[in-house]
């Protein structure tokens, strides 16, 4: 399906990481997520798509996540960095071109042996829509 008239598909990659950057100097990172940035349409102020959510977001080096759930199930793409993942039960490393998915409700915690960038989406922004949208962390 294309996407909807208007719809802002254009995210270079460098003005994104020059943002994570500028949040990264504003203050603490969140103690689940460390910095994360939410892709919007500039002109409309809302999600890309009508179904889909993105992020990209930044652990620091040493970055030891709290546990943390949510209702959405999301899939993630490591951009940048090496670092782990615990997922429920399962404990994976990552490095750059890893993919991991993080189910519906199930507990993970995130770490980073060394910066990392991570891109993730989901289907928050429908959730949302539907008052269905529910995080623990």
Request: hydrophobic share 35%; aromatic share 12%; with cysteine.
């Amino acid at each position: 399906m294309p996407p909807r008239s208007g719809t802002f598909l254009s995210f270079p990659y460098e003005r994104t990481r020059a943002s994570l950057e500028r949040l990264s100097k504003s203050g603490n990172p969140h103690p689940s997520h460390g910095w994360k940035l939410r892709y919007m349409d500039p002109a409309t102020g809302k999600d890309p798509f009508p179904t889909m959510t993105a992020f990209m977001q930044q652990l620091p080096k040493g970055f030891a996540g709290r546990n943390c759930r949510s209702t959405d199930g999301a899939v993630h793409c490591v951009v940048e960095g090496k670092g782990s993942v615990d997922i429920g039960a399962t404990h994976l490393e990552f490095a750059p071109h890893d993919v991991f998915v993080v189910p519906s409700w199930e507990p993970y915690r995130l770490a980073a042996a060394a910066d990392c960038v991570i891109f993730s989406y989901s289907d928050r922004v429908a959730q949302e829509a539907l008052g269905f949208w529910r995080e623990e962390s």
